[in-house]
């Protein structure tokens, strides 16, 4: 239980940290009022989590990873921040990956279309960025993880309104053969 928290915890400084570390320049004007960060309100329930037992030795397609565990995390605008809610989702993918030490990913980086084309590009790469520090600090080898982005070049859905702009500021967590 005590490993249990102490893995919890390093991922939270994780997340902190991964807001604050990166090397790819966010144009100032477009971040203006944003810090990076989610809020989180624990009245609201959304670290709470109600996963049972994971099979580490399968996947739900074709070997990709973990069964019946989510391969997109999405962000908030304008944020590369993770969210709490994925910290049960990260962690099971580290699993996976530690006991599987010749299987690799791509983290995917994406944008909404919103902003110019090197701004997106740079901002998925921080997003991507993030759950690979994630990933890190959990103790997935660095050559299993390979961070990209396509900035906003590979909407997973089209429109001009929230709904669509949510769906596609994520990361997908590919798994390679």
Do not use: W
Not at 14 to 32: R, W
Not at 65 to 93: C, M, R, W
Not at 95 to 102: G, I, V
């Amino acid at each position: 239980m005590l490993k249990k928290a102490l893995s919890y915890s390093m991922l939270v400084t994780a997340i902190v940290l991964a807001g604050c570390s990166s090397k790819v320049k966010l144009d100032d004007q477009a971040n203006a009022g944003t810090t990076g960060t989610a809020a989180y309100d624990p009245s609201s329930g959304a670290g709470q989590s109600t996963i049972s037992g994971i099979d580490l030795t399968t996947s739900n397609i074709e070997g990709e990873g973990p069964a019946n565990v989510a391969h997109t995390l999405y962000f908030d605008f304008d944020s590369y921040a993770i969210k709490p809610e994925y910290q049960a989702t990260l962690q099971s993918h580290a699993d996976f990956l530690r006991a599987n030490r010749s299987r690799t990913v791509t983290l995917e980086g994406h944008t909404d279309e919103r902003g110019g084309r090197e701004y997106n590009l740079a901002l998925g790469q921080k997003r991507a960025e993030a759950v690979r520090q994630a990933l890190d600090l959990l103790g997935v080898p660095a050559g299993q993880v390979e961070a990209i982005s396509y900035g906003k070049e590979k909407p997973k859905v089209q429109g001009f309104n929230e709904d669509a702009y949510a769906q596609n500021r994520r990361v997908e967590i590919r798994y390679n053969n």
